[in-house]
Protein backbone atom coordinates (compact mmCIF):
# COMPACT_ATOMS: atom_id res chain seq x y z
CA UNK A 1 0.00 0.00 0.00
CA UNK A 2 1.53 3.63 -1.15
CA UNK A 3 0.03 4.71 2.59
CA UNK A 4 1.31 2.74 5.73
CA UNK A 5 -1.02 1.96 8.46
CA UNK A 6 0.02 1.48 12.33
CA UNK A 7 -1.50 -1.21 12.96
CA UNK A 8 -1.89 -4.42 10.44
CA UNK A 9 -4.92 -5.42 12.11
CA UNK A 10 -6.33 -2.31 12.05
CA UNK A 11 -6.20 -2.93 7.50
CA UNK A 12 -10.02 -3.85 6.98
CA UNK A 13 -10.43 -7.80 4.80
CA UNK A 14 -11.75 -7.20 1.43
CA UNK A 15 -13.72 -9.72 -0.57
CA UNK A 16 -13.71 -9.87 -4.22
CA UNK A 17 -16.44 -11.57 -6.15
CA UNK A 18 -16.11 -12.50 -9.45
CA UNK A 19 -18.98 -13.89 -11.16
CA UNK A 20 -18.06 -15.93 -14.11
CA UNK A 21 -18.72 -18.67 -16.73
CA UNK A 22 -17.46 -19.88 -19.88
CA UNK A 23 -14.62 -16.91 -19.75
CA UNK A 24 -11.49 -18.67 -20.38
CA UNK A 25 -10.25 -15.94 -22.68
CA UNK A 26 -10.52 -13.61 -19.88
CA UNK A 27 -10.22 -14.69 -16.14
CA UNK A 28 -6.78 -15.12 -16.30
CA UNK A 29 -5.96 -11.35 -16.97
CA UNK A 30 -8.84 -10.71 -14.75
CA UNK A 31 -7.47 -12.37 -11.79
CA UNK A 32 -4.32 -11.61 -12.61
CA UNK A 33 -5.30 -7.38 -12.27
CA UNK A 34 -6.94 -8.45 -8.97
CA UNK A 35 -3.91 -9.85 -7.36
CA UNK A 36 -1.76 -7.05 -8.39
CA UNK A 37 -3.24 -4.87 -5.78
CA UNK A 38 -0.94 -2.61 -3.73
CA UNK A 39 -3.65 -4.25 -0.75
CA UNK A 40 -2.15 -6.71 1.14
CA UNK A 41 -2.61 -9.90 0.49
CA UNK A 42 -3.53 -11.05 3.84
CA UNK A 43 -6.05 -9.23 4.04
CA UNK A 44 -7.75 -10.02 0.63
CA UNK A 45 -9.63 -12.87 -0.50
CA UNK A 46 -10.90 -13.45 -4.20
CA UNK A 47 -13.93 -15.72 -4.71
CA UNK A 48 -15.02 -16.72 -8.44
CA UNK A 49 -18.34 -17.99 -8.65
CA UNK A 50 -18.42 -20.23 -11.93
CA UNK A 51 -21.32 -21.19 -13.17
CA UNK A 52 -20.18 -24.62 -14.29
CA UNK A 53 -18.29 -23.58 -17.36
CA UNK A 54 -17.53 -26.04 -19.93
CA UNK A 55 -15.43 -24.06 -22.24
CA UNK A 56 -12.28 -25.02 -20.38
CA UNK A 57 -12.63 -21.82 -17.93
CA UNK A 58 -12.81 -24.37 -14.48
CA UNK A 59 -9.67 -26.01 -15.61
CA UNK A 60 -7.95 -22.37 -15.69
CA UNK A 61 -9.08 -21.80 -12.16
CA UNK A 62 -8.23 -25.16 -11.00
CA UNK A 63 -4.52 -24.02 -11.90
CA UNK A 64 -5.07 -20.60 -10.57
CA UNK A 65 -6.22 -21.85 -6.95
CA UNK A 66 -2.80 -23.57 -6.76
CA UNK A 67 -1.06 -20.46 -7.29
CA UNK A 68 -2.95 -17.86 -5.37
CA UNK A 69 -3.64 -19.41 -2.22
CA UNK A 70 -6.69 -16.44 -1.39
CA UNK A 71 -8.52 -17.65 -4.39
CA UNK A 72 -11.22 -19.48 -4.25
CA UNK A 73 -13.74 -20.90 -6.97
CA UNK A 74 -17.29 -21.91 -5.81
CA UNK A 75 -19.78 -23.34 -8.03
CA UNK A 76 -22.96 -21.72 -9.50
CA UNK A 77 -25.87 -24.48 -10.41
CA UNK A 78 -28.21 -21.82 -11.46
CA UNK A 79 -25.89 -20.13 -13.60
CA UNK A 80 -27.39 -15.99 -13.37
CA UNK A 81 -25.15 -13.29 -12.28
CA UNK A 82 -27.32 -12.35 -9.20
CA UNK A 83 -27.46 -15.53 -7.61
CA UNK A 84 -23.18 -16.13 -8.37
CA UNK A 85 -23.35 -12.63 -6.40
CA UNK A 86 -25.45 -13.67 -3.47
CA UNK A 87 -23.43 -17.54 -3.29
CA UNK A 88 -20.14 -15.38 -2.99
CA UNK A 89 -21.26 -12.64 -0.44
CA UNK A 90 -22.72 -15.55 1.55
CA UNK A 91 -18.84 -17.38 1.29
CA UNK A 92 -17.49 -14.01 1.86
CA UNK A 93 -15.40 -13.02 5.21
CA UNK A 94 -14.59 -8.73 3.94
CA UNK A 95 -15.24 -5.86 5.97
CA UNK A 96 -15.49 -4.25 1.93
CA UNK A 97 -16.99 -6.27 -0.81
CA UNK A 98 -15.69 -5.58 -4.23
CA UNK A 99 -17.77 -6.70 -7.71
CA UNK A 100 -15.34 -6.96 -10.46
CA UNK A 101 -16.35 -9.03 -13.46
CA UNK A 102 -14.68 -11.43 -15.35
CA UNK A 103 -14.79 -9.36 -18.77
CA UNK A 104 -12.62 -6.38 -16.85
CA UNK A 105 -8.80 -4.95 -15.88
CA UNK A 106 -8.63 -2.81 -12.89
CA UNK A 107 -5.79 -0.52 -11.71
CA UNK A 108 -3.40 -1.53 -9.39
CA UNK A 109 -4.57 0.79 -6.59
CA UNK A 110 -8.47 0.32 -7.39
CA UNK A 111 -9.16 -1.56 -3.91
CA UNK A 112 -6.57 1.16 -1.55
CA UNK A 113 -8.08 3.95 -3.39
CA UNK A 114 -11.97 2.58 -3.15
CA UNK A 115 -11.75 1.24 0.28
CA UNK A 116 -9.85 4.27 1.52
CA UNK A 117 -12.49 6.80 0.41
CA UNK A 118 -15.31 5.07 1.75
CA UNK A 119 -13.25 5.11 5.26
CA UNK A 120 -12.92 8.18 5.05
CA UNK A 121 -16.43 9.38 3.98
CA UNK A 122 -19.04 7.03 6.38
CA UNK A 123 -21.86 8.74 3.88
CA UNK A 124 -20.80 7.32 0.84
CA UNK A 125 -21.80 3.32 0.51
CA UNK A 126 -20.92 2.64 -2.57
CA UNK A 127 -17.52 3.80 -4.66
CA UNK A 128 -16.32 2.63 -7.92
CA UNK A 129 -15.02 4.70 -11.15
CA UNK A 130 -16.24 4.91 -14.95
CA UNK A 131 -14.28 2.30 -17.56
CA UNK A 132 -13.26 1.95 -20.87
CA UNK A 133 -15.05 -0.21 -22.99
CA UNK A 134 -12.03 -1.95 -25.35
CA UNK A 135 -12.13 -4.31 -28.13
CA UNK A 136 -9.64 -6.55 -29.27
CA UNK A 137 -10.35 -7.17 -33.05
CA UNK A 138 -11.64 -5.11 -35.87
CA UNK A 139 -15.66 -6.12 -34.98
CA UNK A 140 -15.23 -5.54 -31.32
CA UNK A 141 -12.90 -2.22 -31.51
CA UNK A 142 -16.44 -1.28 -33.70
CA UNK A 143 -18.72 -2.26 -30.42
CA UNK A 144 -16.50 -0.44 -28.01
CA UNK A 145 -16.54 2.53 -30.24
CA UNK A 146 -20.34 2.75 -30.52
CA UNK A 147 -21.13 1.68 -26.73
CA UNK A 148 -18.48 4.72 -25.63
CA UNK A 149 -20.40 6.85 -27.91
CA UNK A 150 -22.77 10.10 -26.04
CA UNK A 151 -25.32 9.04 -28.80
CA UNK A 152 -25.58 5.41 -28.12
CA UNK A 153 -25.66 5.44 -24.46
CA UNK A 154 -25.80 9.01 -23.22
CA UNK A 155 -24.33 11.17 -20.14
CA UNK A 156 -21.13 9.34 -21.54
CA UNK A 157 -19.25 12.19 -19.46
CA UNK A 158 -20.56 10.42 -16.31
CA UNK A 159 -19.92 6.70 -17.74
CA UNK A 160 -16.73 7.38 -19.48
CA UNK A 161 -15.65 10.48 -19.32
CA UNK A 162 -14.26 13.15 -16.45
CA UNK A 163 -17.14 13.58 -14.09
CA UNK A 164 -16.24 12.39 -10.47
CA UNK A 165 -18.69 12.72 -7.34
CA UNK A 166 -22.08 11.68 -6.55
CA UNK A 167 -23.82 9.29 -9.33
CA UNK A 168 -26.34 6.58 -9.60
CA UNK A 169 -24.38 3.77 -10.40
CA UNK A 170 -20.57 2.97 -11.44
CA UNK A 171 -18.74 -0.03 -13.11
CA UNK A 172 -17.03 -2.75 -10.38
CA UNK A 173 -18.33 -1.41 -7.19
CA UNK A 174 -16.77 -1.30 -3.71
CA UNK A 175 -19.48 -1.59 -0.96
CA UNK A 176 -19.24 -1.66 2.91
CA UNK A 177 -20.86 -5.17 3.78
CA UNK A 178 -23.04 -3.21 5.97
CA UNK A 179 -24.91 -2.16 3.21
CA UNK A 180 -25.88 -5.71 2.01
CA UNK A 181 -27.40 -5.58 5.88
CA UNK A 182 -29.38 -2.46 5.46
CA UNK A 183 -30.81 -3.18 1.90
CA UNK A 184 -30.69 -7.29 1.19
CA UNK A 185 -28.72 -9.03 -1.10
CA UNK A 186 -29.41 -9.58 -4.98
CA UNK A 187 -32.76 -10.21 -6.21
CA UNK A 188 -32.20 -13.58 -8.12
CA UNK A 189 -35.42 -13.08 -9.72
CA UNK A 190 -33.75 -9.98 -11.63
CA UNK A 191 -31.18 -12.18 -14.18
CA UNK A 192 -30.33 -8.83 -16.08
CA UNK A 193 -30.22 -5.12 -14.36
CA UNK A 194 -29.52 -6.44 -10.85
CA UNK A 195 -27.01 -4.02 -10.35
CA UNK A 196 -29.93 -1.73 -11.66
CA UNK A 197 -31.82 -2.91 -8.53
CA UNK A 198 -28.99 -2.87 -6.25
CA UNK A 199 -28.53 0.94 -7.34
CA UNK A 200 -32.22 2.20 -6.38
CA UNK A 201 -32.06 0.28 -3.53
CA UNK A 202 -29.16 2.16 -2.14
CA UNK A 203 -30.34 5.26 -3.32
CA UNK A 204 -33.82 4.66 -2.42
CA UNK A 205 -32.29 4.19 1.22
CA UNK A 206 -30.65 7.47 1.76
CA UNK A 207 -27.18 5.49 0.20
CA UNK A 208 -25.00 7.50 -1.61
CA UNK A 209 -22.54 6.25 -4.91
CA UNK A 210 -19.40 8.21 -5.46
CA UNK A 211 -17.21 7.70 -8.86
CA UNK A 212 -13.62 8.20 -8.62
CA UNK A 213 -11.68 8.74 -11.75
CA UNK A 214 -8.76 7.25 -10.02
CA UNK A 215 -11.12 3.85 -10.31
CA UNK A 216 -11.08 3.76 -13.75
CA UNK A 217 -11.27 0.52 -14.73
CA UNK A 218 -11.22 -1.57 -18.29
CA UNK A 219 -13.91 -3.45 -19.51
CA UNK A 220 -13.76 -5.68 -22.83
CA UNK A 221 -16.98 -5.43 -24.60
CA UNK A 222 -18.49 -8.17 -26.53
CA UNK A 223 -16.46 -9.60 -30.36
CA UNK A 224 -19.60 -9.00 -31.92
CA UNK A 225 -22.30 -6.53 -32.81
CA UNK A 226 -24.53 -9.01 -32.86
CA UNK A 227 -24.39 -9.96 -29.54
CA UNK A 228 -23.91 -6.61 -28.62
CA UNK A 229 -27.46 -5.81 -29.90
CA UNK A 230 -28.74 -8.64 -27.75
CA UNK A 231 -27.63 -7.31 -24.99
CA UNK A 232 -29.01 -4.14 -25.49
CA UNK A 233 -32.29 -5.71 -25.81
CA UNK A 234 -32.12 -7.30 -22.64
CA UNK A 235 -30.65 -4.72 -20.64
CA UNK A 236 -33.49 -2.78 -21.99
CA UNK A 237 -36.41 -5.22 -20.83
CA UNK A 238 -35.20 -5.69 -17.43
CA UNK A 239 -35.02 -2.42 -16.45
CA UNK A 240 -38.76 -2.38 -16.60
CA UNK A 241 -38.61 -5.09 -14.06
CA UNK A 242 -36.25 -2.60 -11.65
CA UNK A 243 -38.92 -0.23 -12.33
CA UNK A 244 -41.77 -2.63 -11.69
CA UNK A 245 -40.14 -3.75 -8.29
CA UNK A 246 -38.88 0.02 -7.00
CA UNK A 247 -41.14 2.45 -8.82
CA UNK A 248 -37.76 4.31 -10.01
CA UNK A 249 -35.38 3.84 -12.05
CA UNK A 250 -31.44 4.37 -12.25
CA UNK A 251 -32.00 6.73 -14.91
CA UNK A 252 -34.46 7.51 -16.94
CA UNK A 253 -33.09 8.74 -20.04
CA UNK A 254 -33.40 4.47 -20.95
CA UNK A 255 -36.91 5.52 -21.67
CA UNK A 256 -35.44 7.83 -24.36
CA UNK A 257 -35.12 5.94 -27.79
CA UNK A 258 -38.37 4.01 -26.90
CA UNK A 259 -39.95 7.56 -26.79
CA UNK A 260 -38.30 8.54 -30.36
CA UNK A 261 -39.74 5.80 -32.05
CA UNK A 262 -42.87 6.03 -30.70
CA UNK A 263 -43.71 9.36 -31.27
CA UNK A 264 -42.12 8.66 -35.00
CA UNK A 265 -45.01 6.21 -35.49
CA UNK A 266 -47.57 7.99 -33.82
CA UNK A 267 -46.76 11.33 -35.83
CA UNK A 268 -46.45 9.51 -39.00
CA UNK A 269 -49.92 7.68 -38.28
CA UNK A 270 -51.55 11.25 -37.19
CA UNK A 271 -49.84 12.56 -40.38
CA UNK A 272 -51.71 10.60 -42.77
CA UNK A 273 -54.90 12.86 -41.60
CA UNK A 274 -52.88 15.92 -40.67
CA UNK A 275 -49.98 17.28 -42.50
CA UNK A 276 -48.58 19.42 -40.12
CA UNK A 277 -47.92 15.95 -37.83
CA UNK A 278 -46.12 14.51 -40.53
CA UNK A 279 -43.87 17.62 -41.23
CA UNK A 280 -42.89 16.88 -37.60
CA UNK A 281 -42.08 13.91 -37.95
CA UNK A 282 -39.89 14.31 -41.17
CA UNK A 283 -38.35 16.85 -39.22
CA UNK A 284 -37.63 14.67 -36.43
CA UNK A 285 -36.14 11.83 -38.63
CA UNK A 286 -34.18 14.34 -40.05
CA UNK A 287 -32.33 15.62 -36.91
CA UNK A 288 -31.82 12.02 -35.90
CA UNK A 289 -30.24 11.25 -39.36
CA UNK A 290 -27.92 14.29 -38.72
CA UNK A 291 -26.84 13.52 -35.32
CA UNK A 292 -26.51 10.26 -36.17
CA UNK A 293 -24.18 11.53 -38.65
CA UNK A 294 -22.49 13.82 -37.25
CA UNK A 295 -21.31 11.61 -34.28
CA UNK A 296 -20.76 9.02 -37.08
CA UNK A 297 -17.40 11.32 -38.03
CA UNK A 298 -16.76 12.20 -34.31
CA UNK A 299 -16.84 8.21 -33.63
CA UNK A 300 -14.94 7.65 -36.75
CA UNK A 301 -12.00 10.16 -36.43
CA UNK A 302 -11.69 8.79 -33.02
CA UNK A 303 -10.87 5.34 -33.67
CA UNK A 304 -10.89 3.82 -37.11
CA UNK A 305 -11.97 5.92 -40.66
CA UNK A 306 -13.07 3.06 -42.41
CA UNK A 307 -16.13 2.79 -39.53
CA UNK A 308 -17.53 5.91 -40.90
CA UNK A 309 -20.03 4.26 -43.61
CA UNK A 310 -21.54 1.68 -41.16
CA UNK A 311 -21.66 3.84 -38.05
CA UNK A 312 -25.05 5.66 -38.57
CA UNK A 313 -26.62 2.62 -39.32
CA UNK A 314 -25.79 0.93 -36.26
CA UNK A 315 -26.25 3.27 -34.21
CA UNK A 316 -29.85 3.10 -35.56
CA UNK A 317 -29.75 -0.18 -34.86
CA UNK A 318 -28.46 -0.13 -31.19
CA UNK A 319 -31.62 2.69 -30.89
CA UNK A 320 -34.50 0.50 -32.63
CA UNK A 321 -33.46 -2.97 -30.60
CA UNK A 322 -33.34 -0.87 -27.53
CA UNK A 323 -36.58 0.80 -28.17
CA UNK A 324 -38.23 -2.72 -28.49
CA UNK A 325 -36.74 -4.26 -25.59
CA UNK A 326 -37.75 -1.51 -23.45
CA UNK A 327 -41.14 -1.37 -24.89
CA UNK A 328 -41.43 -4.97 -25.15
CA UNK A 329 -40.34 -5.11 -20.93
CA UNK A 330 -43.16 -2.35 -20.62
CA UNK A 331 -45.71 -4.86 -22.62
CA UNK A 332 -44.42 -8.24 -20.13
CA UNK A 333 -44.21 -6.15 -16.89
CA UNK A 334 -47.42 -3.80 -17.04
CA UNK A 335 -49.91 -5.03 -19.41
CA UNK A 336 -49.53 -8.94 -19.34
CA UNK A 337 -48.40 -8.40 -15.30
CA UNK A 338 -44.82 -10.64 -15.10
CA UNK A 339 -43.05 -11.18 -12.30
CA UNK A 340 -39.53 -10.59 -12.73
CA UNK A 341 -39.88 -14.65 -12.16
CA UNK A 342 -42.23 -15.04 -14.69
CA UNK A 343 -39.52 -13.04 -17.14
CA UNK A 344 -36.75 -15.18 -16.27
CA UNK A 345 -38.52 -18.46 -16.81
CA UNK A 346 -39.83 -16.79 -20.36
CA UNK A 347 -36.42 -15.00 -21.82
CA UNK A 348 -34.11 -18.02 -22.00
CA UNK A 349 -30.99 -16.00 -22.94
CA UNK A 350 -29.94 -14.29 -19.79
CA UNK A 351 -27.55 -16.57 -18.40
CA UNK A 352 -24.11 -15.00 -17.66
CA UNK A 353 -22.42 -16.41 -20.75
CA UNK A 354 -20.73 -14.92 -23.73
Known amino acids: MTETRD ?30 QTWPADRLEVIVVDGMSDDGTREILARLVNRYPNLEMVDNNELTAPTAMNIGLGAARGDFIVRVDAHAAIPPEYIEIGVGYLEKHPDVWCVGGPRNRVGETPES ?7 SSVFTTGNTYKRVG ?157 HAVYAWGFLRGFIDAYIFGLTAADAAAKVSATRITR
Not at 13 to 22: E, K
Not at 141 to 147: C, D, F, M, Q
Open 162 to 318: GYEGPTDQVAYPIWRRVVFDKIGRFDEDMVRNQDDDIDVRVLSAGGIIYQLQRLRATYYVRSTVRKTLRQFFQYAYWKLFVLKKNGRLPDWKAAVPTAFFLSLIVLGVIGGFWMPAAYAALGILAGYVLAAVAFAFLTAFKSRLWFLPIVPFLFAAL
Open 7 to 36: NVAKVPFVSVIIPCRNERDYIERCLETVFA
Open 141 to 147: ELVGTLS
